[in-house]
């Protein structure tokens, strides 16, 4: 059996930035049940050379985004990074989710040889479709998203593998 590089992408990211989405609800609701300032854990981080949680957020987002329509030949619309609240966050996740689900099966499946140039903050790099998925924009998502959950969970919002995992 064979996996295509559209079942590899949207639906993983789907479900990663809803997950995501559904863990600042319940940090949204734990800050508000506990009386604390949500500014807190937007601006939490886990080490001091790590971006904050919203960062973490808006770099998720980016990287599905981009990194799916990068694999479409589409143009992904551009978020201003400007979100201060949980809302807000919410509300970008959501967003992201919802282009998402506009790129169909067609404009992804065959990008496995293309080849996915992309600018970083220092270079341009080039890629074939398949390892710039696996090897750079997966890994990116994840770590982004796994980054947001921890600073959550060890700021004391009680967040289980569940939580994490998402919706089946």
Same mark, same amino acid.
């Not at 989710?97 to 065959?110: F, H, S, W």
């Given at each position: 059996? *064979? ?5 590899? *992408?949207? +639906?993983?990211?789907? &479900? %990663? $930035?809803?997950? =995501?989405?559904?863990? =600042?609800?319940? %940090? ?9 300032? +949500?500014? !807190?854990?937007?601006?939490? /981080? ?6 904050? #949680?919203? &960062?973490?957020?808006?770099? %998720? ?27 807000? #966050?919410?509300? /970008? ?20 040889? /293309?080849? !996915? *140039? ?14 710039? $998925?696996?090897?750079? !924009? ?11 959950? #921890? ?18």
């Amino acid at each position: 059996m *064979t996996i295509s590089m559209h079942q590899a *992408t949207i +639906p993983t990211f789907i &479900r %990663a $930035l809803s997950s =995501l989405a559904d863990v =600042l609800e319940k %940090a949204a609701a734990h800050a508000e049940a506990k009386k604390i300032d +949500p500014a !807190v854990f937007i601006n939490s /981080r886990l080490a001091p050379d790590m971006f904050p #949680l919203v &960062r973490q957020v808006q770099i %998720a987002s980016d990287a599905a985004k981009g990194g799916a329509a990068r694999l479409a030949q589409a143009e992904p619309p551009a978020f201003e990074d400007n979100e201060t609240t949980f809302p807000q #966050l919410i509300e /970008r996740a959501r967003k992201t989710v919802a282009y998402l689900e506009t790129l169909k099966p067609e404009q992804i499946d065959g990008s496995e040889e /293309r080849t !996915v *140039t992309w600018k970083t903050r220092t270079s341009e790099k080039s890629m074939k479709g398949q390892p710039y $998925l696996l090897h750079h !924009v997966i890994p990116n998502v994840y770590f982004h998203v796994t980054a947001a959950y #921890l600073i959550l969970r060890h700021n004391g919002v009680e967040l289980g593998k569940q939580d994490f995992l998402g919706k089946s």
